[in-house]
């Protein structure tokens, strides 16, 4: 097993090492993965919640992230759960970590088999939310300041089963009454809706994260839910994981995040962040971090994902820690770029004194008139080539570090 030093030792102290000020968290079922897959058993041993919080500690991390039972093993008493909470609350104090998310468990048990909150049971559906209502108490006690919602087993194989009209009123209706919850206890927790395309479920209901935020605008309390979109789940989907994001920023409703590694066409992977598609893992950063002119997303950034199974426990910390380093060097590479005169140079090409201030000041009749009015030179401007190629090597190589 890794100490401090010898994580250091392994990925040198230099501008890149992780620090709680980067506002990087881990799930306790992320770093706590022990490997089980539909094809085979855990193969790490399992780890307790308070040791986790000592090793994020070690490697940098801001914070945790947690389901219910991730920490409350399920049917525990309310005398075990007190004590358990206790001594996590202890070793999150003496270890300096924080929870800003929590969420609940909806998927494992099996009660939960055809969903929770569509479920066509309605004690299903009553369990679902009163575990929910006990969860959010749970995220709250622990300084939670966003409580994620990912409908894992909200799907179906056979749609004959239910109408999907039906169950997108319920889960509409869970989601409303638990803003209710929580406006009724007082608490000041924000909601963010997390979609996945399938699996578990052959097709799971609200599939992306465009779906999620229309579906946010059709609730009661639109103002406290926002969208957890996560990398593998859009790639998944065959999407563009950047423009997911940008919709969701530009709508202010980006409240979580969930990093990870994805291939397209593949299960949900979860690996480490940046492992797969560099690219469009620079470009996340980027746009994350403001570099486009944008109001930068200020929430933590947590990484949803996990080791490999062919690692042991030294190999679990080294993906932790590299999933935080990559996303510092990605933002390195990206102000790198972002700062370079030939890039701009092609990014600002097209700008133009005269038309931008009348396409972007809203309609008018004035602005409809000089629109109409304007002269442009249909085929110059078609026979343009617009210097793309260029800026992508560009970017291609400030990523592979000789610009810059
Ligand atoms: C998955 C999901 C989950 C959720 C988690 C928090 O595909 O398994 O990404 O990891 O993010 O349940 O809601
Ligand atoms: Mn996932
Ligand atoms: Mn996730």
């Given at each position: 097993?890794?100490?401090?030093?010898?994580?250091?030792?392994?990925?040198?102290?230099?501008?890149?090492?992780?620090?709680?000020?980067?506002?990087?968290?881990?799930?306790?079922?992320?770093?706590?993965?022990?490997?089980?897959?539909?094809?085979?058993?855990?193969?790490?041993?399992?780890?307790?919640?308070?040791?986790?919080?000592?090793?994020?500690?070690?490697?940098?991390?801001?914070?945790?992230?947690?389901?219910?039972?991730?920490?409350?093993?399920?049917?525990?008493?309310?005398?075990?759960?007190?004590?358990?909470?206790?001594?996590?609350?202890?070793?999150?104090?003496?270890?300096?970590?924080?929870?800003?998310?929590?969420?609940?468990?909806?998927?494992?048990?099996?009660?939960?088999?055809?969903?929770?909150?569509?479920?066509?049971?309605?004690?299903?559906?009553?369990?679902?939310?009163?575990?929910?209502?006990?969860?959010?108490?749970?995220?709250?006690?622990?300084?939670?300041?966003?409580?994620?919602?990912?409908?894992?087993?909200?799907?179906?194989?056979?749609?004959?089963?239910?109408?999907?009209?039906?169950?997108?009123?319920?889960?509409?209706?869970?989601?409303?009454?638990?803003?209710?919850?929580?406006?009724?206890?007082?608490?000041?927790?924000?909601?963010?809706?997390?979609?996945?395309?399938?699996?578990?479920?052959?097709?799971?209901?609200?599939?992306?994260?465009?779906?999620?935020?229309?579906?946010?605008?059709?609730?009661?309390?639109?103002?406290?839910?926002?969208?957890?979109?996560?990398?593998?789940?859009?790639?998944?989907?065959?999407?563009?994981?950047?423009?997911?994001i940008?919709?969701a920023m530009?709508?202010?409703?980006l409240?979580h995040i969930?990093?990870?590694?994805?291939?397209?066409?593949?299960?949900?992977?979860?690996?480490?962040?940046?492992?797969?598609?560099?690219?469009?893992?620079?470009?996340?950063?980027?746009l994350l971090e403001g570099?486009?002119?944008n109001a930068p997303y200020e929430g933590?950034l947590?990484?949803?994902?996990?080791?490999?199974?062919?690692?042991?426990?030294?190999?679990?910390?080294?993906?932790?820690?590299?999933?935080?380093?990559?996303?510092?060097?990605?933002?390195?590479?990206?102000?790198?770029?972002?700062?370079?005169?030939?890039?701009?140079?092609?990014?600002?090409?097209?700008?133009?004194?005269?038309?931008?201030?009348?396409?972007?000041?809203?309609?008018?009749?004035?602005?409809?008139?000089?629109?109409?009015?304007?002269?442009?030179?249909?085929?110059?401007?078609?026979?343009?080539?617009?210097?793309?190629?260029?800026?992508?090597?560009?970017?291609?190589?400030?990523?592979?570090?000789?610009?810059?």
């Open positions: 097993m890794h100490d401090g030093s010898l994580l250091l030792e392994v990925h040198t102290l230099d501008s890149f090492t992780p620090t709680p000020a980067d506002r990087f968290t881990f799930g306790l079922w992320t770093v706590g993965n022990p490997g089980r897959d539909p094809f085979g058993p855990s193969v790490r041993a399992t780890q307790s919640p308070n040791r986790i919080v000592a090793k994020l500690a070690e490697c940098g991390a801001y914070g945790v992230n947690l389901h219910d039972e991730d920490l409350i093993p399920f049917g525990s008493s309310a005398q075990e759960r007190d004590r358990i909470v206790g001594e996590f609350k202890a070793a999150l104090e003496d270890n300096g970590l924080k929870v800003p998310m929590a969420t609940t468990n909806l998927f494992s048990q099996p009660i939960f088999k055809d969903g929770a909150f569509t479920s066509n049971d309605p004690r299903v559906r009553a369990f679902a939310l009163q575990k929910t209502m006990r969860a959010i108490d749970l995220g709250v006690e622990l300084g939670a300041g966003i409580y994620v919602f990912w409908g894992g087993r909200e799907g179906t194989e056979s749609d004959a089963c239910r109408s999907p009209i039906e169950a997108t009123k319920r889960f509409r209706g869970a989601i409303d009454f638990l803003c209710g919850y929580v406006r009724d206890q007082g608490y000041d927790l924000r909601f963010a809706l997390e979609a996945k395309p399938n699996e578990p479920r052959g097709d799971i209901y609200l599939a992306t994260t465009g779906h999620m935020l229309h579906f946010i605008s059709t609730l009661d309390e639109p103002e406290r839910v926002g969208v957890n979109p996560e990398v593998a789940h859009e790639t998944m989907a065959g999407l563009s994981f950047v423009h997911s940008a919709q530009e709508a202010e409703k409240f969930d990093l990870n590694g994805q291939r397209i066409g593949r299960f949900d992977q979860d690996l480490r962040f940046g492992s797969e598609d560099l690219k469009q893992a620079f470009l996340t950063v980027r570099g486009v002119g933590p947590h990484f949803d994902a996990h080791a490999y199974r062919t690692e042991d426990d030294d190999g679990v910390w080294e993906f932790a820690v590299g999933c935080m380093r990559t996303y510092k060097i990605l933002k390195s590479r990206a102000v790198a770029f972002d700062a370079d005169p030939d890039v701009q140079e092609i990014i600002q090409a097209r700008r133009d004194a005269a038309l931008d201030p009348l396409l972007d000041g809203g309609y008018s009749s004035e602005a409809a008139a000089a629109i109409s009015a304007a002269t442009i030179d249909v085929t110059a401007v078609a026979q343009e080539g617009l210097g793309y190629e260029r800026l992508d090597q560009l970017l291609v190589e400030h990523l592979m570090g000789v610009r810059g």
